[in-house]
């Protein structure tokens, strides 16, 4: 079996491409308001130039550029189809040619356009965010009914916090996927407007602007999917186009996620040292030490960040003796670094005094709610309360944003990321942004230029990660914001979030997490680790992902070398299959007393695995699974990775039958794997 694009698939989107992106279109895919009209008003009637480019073997560059005879505005499209994928991305620039500044530019959608249904039906699949909650990622299915528009948006400015901004709409047997690709405030709306049509929209949250002459700003990327036959199916083609377009490459080579040994900043490099060797004494599979946050400054982590001075009295000689002693072991290095959050008092906060290198918060009481529960009302009887307790106990108003959308500010702060990579020899630059950006940007914009202040932080955001892999190719970036709320179709080419979620309690609420965002992007880890030693098999596999997360077993529990290797290699065993497809075994549930199983496929090596995990209250010795997309006439050998014996059975009675799976104990997790008899 294969999930190769088939024809229908390819035809779809070549006709949609024809239909939005030639010189006479049927229907544009965008829309704006300029200077109170509508574009779909007046866009024909502008200067029009069009060209199509094949950019390589893969790809097709469309660009398409509407000119004001008037104002002089320019509309630039940049588009991108694929040979080996039904997918058409694109990116709107505007540009003032004039020599005046423009009429008000509000309300741009780069996405405008309606999407027709097959037999009047319409169920609309997303994911949640990464609130710091068990909800997190958690799968959410809306049917679409007559009339009816569903408004989704982030909340606070970071592109993943409340909704994850991957969509899947699915009417009977076909539907496409759309992604959005802006690491700020970004929109989506679905409306049902008729029966047999919706209507989508997506594009910054707040757009009401004017352009100085010879200015240009762009818009959120817009990446749409066309799919026939299983939801899942369209879930899985994005999965792949990700890995093949949107995927970080440390020299040139596609990213593997490492496996990862972390520990507190505020500990000692000679607990640090202490660590490595034992990683290194017991031949422990593990190639990426992390140091998280608290080695810097003069106090505790959180009232620090713009003081970046290394603690002499835990590092007195800085992070070389530990990064040098991981290079020389083969394994790298990754710190945590917060330079996006200047807090009050540090030697940072002086920037102020350089015009626009640091936002300031409004004063506003609403503002200061909305900036401190990223724009969503929580009830204090809500566990996520609890959360955001905390956090405003180590945030206030006095804290100030850097302002990575200052040309100045952006290479004063490259540079200083750029020399820290230098001088401790990091290899994993990871960036955390504790900080909502929104009403920061909303602060620092006049009445008529409103949504610049995102823009020029956006595109600067991007122009900082993009300096700094140029000039360290082989760097990789860890992007975290409190958690994984930066995830979305721009980032994660320049990044991954190794910490996805800042809630890990236990070893159910993983596995939701799992489940829930292994249906939009590949690549991405728990935060949690899981201890490395023997009878830990259940915590340990819940948190398996892309790349693991590790902590050493304590001196207390004796020597657990061996256990955590054979743990480590049985990890290292599967670990291709999480690149591969995605398919839940079972419903999503938070529930004790279930089952929760996924399937991930490589359909092209004719192999794959199963991943089952009995809860501790579950009173059910096995579950019957129905595997997907296998070769219906050939054998498969299974093997229970915990277990000598192995055994065959067909494709098709995998597919109809089911695959039973027997766990005596709770909670516990079994791993089945199997691959196509020769």
């Known amino acids: 079996m294969s999930l190769k694009p088939t024809s229908d698939e390819m035809t779809a989107v070549d006709t949609w491409i024809e239909s939005h992106f030639s010189p006479e279109p049927m229907q544009r895919?965008?829309?704006?308001?300029?200077d109170g009209h509508n574009s779909e008003d007046f866009i024909a009637s502008w200067e029009t130039t069009f060209s199509k480019e094949a950019l390589d073997e893969e790809c097709t560059a469309h660009a398409l550029t509407f000119t004001d005879p008037h104002t002089r505005l320019e509309v630039n499209v940049e588009a991108i189809s694929y040979h080996n994928f039904p997918v058409i991305e694109w990116v709107l620039n505007f540009k003032n040619g004039g020599e005046t500044d423009t009429p008000i530019l509000e309300q741009i959608l780069p996405l405008d356009t309606n999407y027709p249904l097959a037999e009047g039906s319409a169920v609309l699949h997303y994911s949640k965010g990464a609130l710091c909650c068990i909800d997190d990622f958690a799968p959410v299915e809306k049917p679409l009914e007559l009339?009816?528009?569903?408004?989704?948006?982030?909340?606070g400015g970071r592109s993943s916090s409340e909704i994850l901004p991957f969509f899947n709409i699915e009417s009977e047997?076909?539907?496409?996927?759309?992604?959005?690709?802006?690491?700020?405030?970004?929109?989506?709306?679905?409306?049902?407007?008729e029966e047999n049509a919706v209507r989508l929209g997506a594009g910054?949250?707040?757009?009401?602007?004017?352009?100085?002459?010879?200015?240009?700003?762009?818009?959120?990327?817009?990446?749409?999917l066309f799919w026939h036959g299983a939801r899942i199916r369209g879930n899985n083609m994005l999965r792949r186009f990700i890995l093949a377009h949107h995927r970080p490459r440390p020299n040139g080579e596609s990213l593997n996620l490492p496996v990862i040994l972390a520990d507190w900043g505020g500990k000692s490099a000679a607990e640090h040292l202490t660590n490595i060797q034992r990683v290194i004494d017991h031949e422990l599979p593990i190639n990426c030490y992390w140091i998280d946050a608290e080695w810097f400054g003069k106090g505790s982590w959180w009232s620090m960040p713009g003081n970046w001075e290394v603690k002499s009295d835990l590092y007195p000689q800085g992070f070389r003796p530990i990064s040098d002693t991981l290079h020389q072991s083969g394994r790298r290095f990754l710190l945590w670094f917060e330079p996006h959050r200047v807090c009050k008092d540090t030697p940072w906060s002086s920037l102020k005094k350089r015009p626009n290198w640091l936002l300031e918060l409004g004063n506003g009481e609403d503002n200061y709610k909305q900036w401190k529960t990223g724009g969503w009302p929580i009830p204090h009887d809500d566990p996520k309360w609890i959360i955001y307790e905390s956090r405003r106990s180590q945030m206030s108003p006095d804290e100030l944003m850097f302002n990575v959308g200052n040309p100045e500010a952006r290479a004063f702060l490259t540079d200083f990321i750029s020399d820290r990579i230098v001088e401790f020899g990091l290899d994993w630059y990871r960036e955390d942004a504790n900080i909502a950006p929104l009403e920061y940007w909303r602060h620092a914009d006049a009445p008529d230029r409103q949504g610049i202040t995102e823009i020029r932080y956006i595109e600067g955001l991007y122009a900082l990660w993009d300096e700094l892999i140029g000039r360290h190719p082989h760097l990789m970036i860890d992007n975290c914001a409190s958690g994984g709320r930066r995830i979305d179709l721009e980032s994660v080419g320049r990044s991954t979030a190794l910490h996805r979620t800042d809630w890990a309690h236990d070893s159910i609420h993983a596995q939701c997490h799992s489940f829930g965002l292994f249906q939009w992007v590949p690549l991405?880890?728990?935060?949690?680790?899981?201890?490395?030693?023997?009878?830990?098999?259940y915590e340990f596999r819940?948190?398996?992902?892309?790349?693991?997360?590790t902590q050493l077993w304590e001196e207390t529990d004796g020597d657990q070398g061996d256990d955590a290797r054979r743990l480590l290699e049985q990890y290292l065993d599967i670990h291709k299959f999480y690149y591969g497809d995605y398919y839940p075994l079972t419903p999503y549930s938070q529930d004790i007393d279930v089952w929760l199983a996924w399937q991930f496929n490589l359909p092209e090596d004719g192999e794959g695995m199963v991943q089952a995990f009995r809860r501790e209250e579950s009173v059910y010795e096995s579950a019957r699974l129905y595997l997907h997309e296998l070769a219906p006439g050939a054998r498969y050998l299974l093997r229970d990775v915990d277990a000598d014996a192995s055994s065959e059975m067909g494709g098709r009675e995998l597919m109809e039958d089911g695959l039973v799976v027997q766990i005596s104990e709770k909670p516990?997790?079994?791993?089945?794997?199997?691959?196509?008899v020769e």
């Open 542 to 549: 819940s948190v398996m992902a892309a790349g693991l997360t």
């Open 524 to 537: 991405h880890l728990p935060g949690r680790g899981a201890v490395l030693k023997k009878g830990n098999e």
């Open 668 to 676: 516990y997790a079994a791993i089945i794997t199997y691959k196509q």
């Open 173 to 193: 047997s076909k539907g496409i996927v759309t992604g959005i690709g802006w690491t700020g405030e970004w929109k989506a709306s679905f409306y049902r407007e």
């Open 204 to 224: 910054m949250a707040l757009t009401h602007l004017k352009l100085h002459p010879g200015e240009t700003i762009r818009t959120p990327r817009i990446l749409m």
């Open 29 to 34: 895919a965008f829309s704006f308001v300029y």
């Open 147 to 155: 009339e009816e528009q569903v408004n989704l948006q982030p909340g």
